[in-house]
């Protein structure tokens, strides 16, 4: 069964300092993607960045950026020049079948992000 | 990116009443929409997945009696919360996936459910 970890359920990072969000899956399966979402106070889910197990390179979408290590099952989330609007839940999100866009998603516990000015 | 919608965003309702949920895709067609639900700092738990025309598929744990699901169209599904008690009270979200072959799935702005 597939499973999605996030140890950290808090983190404090000052602002402009980057921080790394741990994320750690578990999958049987060869062809799955991983998902990071962000969840401010609102509610809403913003999703940030995506990365497919075959691709060779890590994904990067402006001050996010994915380090993936296939071998050792872990995703984790690198947010550089942290700014204040940047705390909020995070959540890494794993779905089997890479190209299986009716796939669902399997949510890790989240990691709460505070940015101190 | 694709936009969804939640209505209503808040609803109170009492113990024992019936409250449905609406979740519409407002810029693509979604062939698949799924239900979560979320309790205070905890993680979504995938409640059921919808796919238009057919009946959903609950996850382990989740009454299909309970929470009807009707996703009768591309851009609509519904879910009703049936004799509502105050341990349904939750944010329940929305998420929606198109046909266009972009990953990521699309979520509604949740609705925030309080039993009295």
């Known amino acids: 069964a597939q499973k999605i970890t996030q140890t950290q359920p808090g983190m404090f990072v000052q602002e402009k300092e980057a921080v790394t969000l741990d994320c750690t899956y578990d999958t049987s399966d060869q062809s799955y993607g991983l998902f990071w979402y962000k969840q401010p106070s609102s509610g809403e889910m913003i999703f940030l960045i995506y990365q497919g197990s075959y691709d060779e390179q890590n994904a990067t979408e402006g001050r996010y950026s994915l380090n993936f290590q296939k071998a050792r099952k872990s995703a984790n989330l690198v947010i550089s020049a942290s700014q204040l609007g940047d705390s909020a839940m995070y959540f890494c999100?794993?779905?089997?079948?890479?190209?299986?866009?009716?796939?669902?998603?399997?949510f890790g516990q989240g990691t709460e992000l505070s940015v101190k000015p | 990116g694709a936009v969804v919608s939640q209505h209503p965003s808040r609803v109170i309702c009492k113990s024992g009443t019936s409250v449905k949920i609406e979740c519409r895709s407002l810029d693509f067609q979604a062939t698949t929409m799924f239900w979560y639900r979320q309790f205070p700092k905890q993680s979504l738990m995938l409640m059921a997945t919808?796919?238009?025309?057919?009946?959903?598929?609950?996850e382990q744990g989740v009454e299909k009696d309970k929470f009807l699901i009707n996703h009768a169209s591309l851009t609509l599904s519904t879910l009703t919360v049936t004799s509502a008690h105050p341990e349904d009270s939750s944010f329940y979200i929305c998420?929606?996936?198109?046909?266009?072959?972009?990953?990521?799935?699309?979520f509604g702005p949740g609705t925030r459910l309080t039993v009295l």
């Open positions: 999100a794993m779905r089997e079948l890479i190209y299986n866009q009716g796939g669902k998603l399997i």
């Open positions: 919808s796919n238009e025309g057919s009946k959903a598929t609950y």
């Open positions: 998420s929606a996936v198109g046909t266009s072959g972009i990953n990521e799935q699309f």
